[in-house]
């Protein structure tokens, strides 16, 4: 279920929550007051993948590895949906 706001024009505007989970180097682009590599963000609704990324300054190349809802994805462009849950790593290196 979707939220709700209105604008100062008086229109209501849809609004989605979405869970966000960073990994290793990428959770100090979580917002402040985020704790566990976590944070509950609002989106507009039709918000993307993208989208999320640009919210969180994340540049796109740090996002090796993206999970929505347990299914990895690398389409950026792709639709979120009030409730997701997004989990996001950076590139590994090992040697």
Request: proline share 5%; glycine share 10%.
């Amino acid at each position: 279920m979707g939220l709700s706001r209105r604008t100062k024009t008086g229109r209501d505007e849809n609004l989605m929550r979405i869970e966000v989970k960073l990994f290793a180097t990428l959770r100090k682009h979580l917002p402040s007051g985020a704790s566990g590599g976590k944070a509950i963000l609002t989106l507009d609704e039709g918000a993307t993948l993208a989208t999320l990324l640009r919210q969180l300054n994340i540049p796109v190349e740090l996002a090796q590895m993206v999970l929505i809802n347990g299914e990895q994805t690398r389409e950026f462009d792709r639709p979120l949906a009030d409730g997701d849950a997004v989990s996001i790593f950076p590139p590994v290196a090992g040697g």
